[in-house]
């Protein structure tokens, strides 16, 4: 028996040791710079431009309103790298752009925004109108609608309506801008407008594209709708990629991945002389609360008006990921001083899990921080922060305990039933993740920063042969297990099998759930 024992500490440490090298290698991975091809030289040629990027901004208040100072500080970081700006809308302050372009040495694309409310867009409209009419020379067109075919508010006879009202009365080229699948859709509209305008966003397609393949698609895109519309201007109207957010499939939202689409973006437009705009200028936290933390971070600046990233040279994709060794070291010593005085090698497997714990709440904190949307969403991620400390601190004690030889041997141990419960407590809380992960995953990420140490943790004491203590006949957590396990393939079969961290959330449910298949009876 005590070869046995032997064995399994062995293990236990080798797997431990394993994962907090895992926690390393990937902060070693998120420093390292990745060579990317430079952009073009020169200016690139237009920028789509919404200036609420302040914490509680939101162009969907009615109230909010863009100050003269606001849009005159934006254009003049803008005018520096860009030709044009593509607004969205004339209502909030947003009819002061055009002016205000101007004396930077911009142009702009004036968007005026279309949607179900007809009163609303007789007011867009007439003020659109007039801002035209009032600065000609700053306007390079006009963008009459934006998605409203997507969002299904207007029917394509009113948007051509719309457009011909327009361009009579501005005597200016006018557009319509939609998802590019919509102008195939509805091929008629083309006939109101002086140029297509399509949106081209590799990421959001039904079967959303990698990075690597992204332009290779858009390429393509453009051929397709060229070849629907013989003889018509083209733009792309919006086309980028997210520096953050949820993986789709094998699209994968990073810093590194922005900075190659953009880069690789510019050398196919340059070379095919293909008009665009790129989304966005600044990253758009309101966003999130309607697209997850993913649509909050499209911008090639950040919500303090800094550059995500240069437009030569290589990349990395965190180059402060380091700092988590801070939260990591601290941990590993608060863990450790309650077992100094205990025989070694039990202060070293405190330290162990504490300094892995913290590489789990740095990466844990960081996702809540770039994805909380509210006061909500931020309590509810610190609890969850809080009780996955004190699971790691809990589970770590315990196998101090069964190192230092105090449990009794491993064949007839069983955990207590407070550590069952709390495993299975921890199970219910996955169980009720994976459900919102299958039935609305679109803008969900998957919190495996968070779950990791827990979900380890349990099954190390599995490996030590601690295993659950059930009630007889209880066989509620065992179908709680499987249950979790079958939703979380769900999840993969719906990412096509190409989403890696599908499989990691999976594995994740697996090593939660798989020890209590061995429970003892109590």
Request: proline fraction near 7%; aromatic fraction near 8%; charge should be positive.
């Amino acid at each position: 028996m005590a070869g046995l024992d032997a064995r399994r500490r062995v293990v236990v440490t080798a797997l431990l040791l394993i994962a907090v090298a895992g926690g390393l290698l990937r902060l070693a991975l998120r420093v390292q710079p990745v060579v990317l091809p430079d952009a073009p030289p020169g200016r690139i040629a237009c920028v789509s431009y919404t200036p609420f990027y302040r914490p509680g901004e939101s162009p969907l208040d009615p109230h909010a309103h863009v100050s003269t100072a606001r849009i005159e500080a934006d254009l003049a970081v803008l005018s520096r790298r860009f030709d044009c700006v593509r607004t969205y809308s004339v209502g909030q302050g947003m009819d002061q752009v055009p002016a205000i372009a101007q004396r930077a040495g911009m142009q702009v694309l004036l968007g005026i925004w279309l949607g179900r409310d007809p009163a609303a867009n007789a007011r867009e409209m007439a003020l659109g109108i007039a801002t035209a009419r009032a600065h000609r020379a700053a306007i390079r067109a006009i963008v009459v609608g934006n998605e409203v075919l997507l969002r299904g508010e207007l029917p394509a006879a009113a948007i051509a309506a719309d457009l011909d009202r327009v361009r009579a009365a501005t005597g200016l080229p006018v557009t319509y801008a939609d998802v590019w699948e919509f102008w195939l859709r509805h091929p008629r509209l083309a006939a109101h407008v002086d140029f297509v305008t399509i949106h081209v966003l590799p990421y959001w397609e039904d079967h959303p594209v990698a990075a690597d393949r992204a332009v290779a698609h858009v390429a393509a895109v453009v051929a397709r709708v060229r070849a629907a519309f013989p003889g018509k201007p083209l733009l792309i109207g919006e086309t980028g990629w997210p520096s953050r957010g949820r993986v789709r499939e094998a699209a994968v939202p990073s810093r590194v991945n922005e900075a190659r689409f953009v880069r690789e973006f510019l050398l196919y437009a340059q070379h095919d002389h293909v008009p665009y705009n790129l989304i966005e200028a600044f990253d758009q936290p309101w966003k999130r609360r309607l697209e997850g933390t993913v649509g909050g971070y499209w911008g090639l600046y950040d919500d303090a008006r800094k550059p995500k990233f240069p437009l030569h040279g290589a990349v990395a994709e965190d180059p402060r990921a380091w700092s988590a060794l801070v939260p990591a070291a601290l941990l590993a010593l608060a863990f450790v001083l309650p077992a100094r005085r205990r025989r070694w090698p039990q202060p070293a497997l405190r330290a162990l899990a504490g300094f892995g714990g913290g590489l789990a709440l740095a990466a844990a904190w960081g996702q809540l921080a770039t994805g909380a949307r509210g006061t909500l969403e931020w309590g509810a991620g610190i609890i969850a922060l809080t009780a996955m400390l004190i699971t790691v601190w809990i589970l770590s004690a315990r196998l101090a305990r069964w190192f230092g030889g105090i449990d009794a041997p491993a064949p007839a141990t069983a955990l207590t039933p407070a550590l069952t419960r709390l495993q299975v407590g921890w199970l219910i809380v996955l169980t009720w993740l994976d459900l919102l992960l299958v039935f609305d995953p679109r803008y969900r990420d998957l919190p495996l920063a968070l779950v990791a140490p827990v979900a380890l943790g349990f099954a190390l004491l599995r490996v030590a042969g601690l295993v659950p203590a059930l009630a007889p006949g209880d066989r509620r957590p065992q179908l709680l297990a499987l249950g979790s396990a079958a939703l979380a393939t769900v999840i993969v079969v719906q990412e096509r099998g190409l989403d890696p961290w599908a499989w990691a959330w999976l594995g994740l449910n697996l090593l939660l759930g798989s020890g209590l298949w061995r429970a003892r009876s109590v």
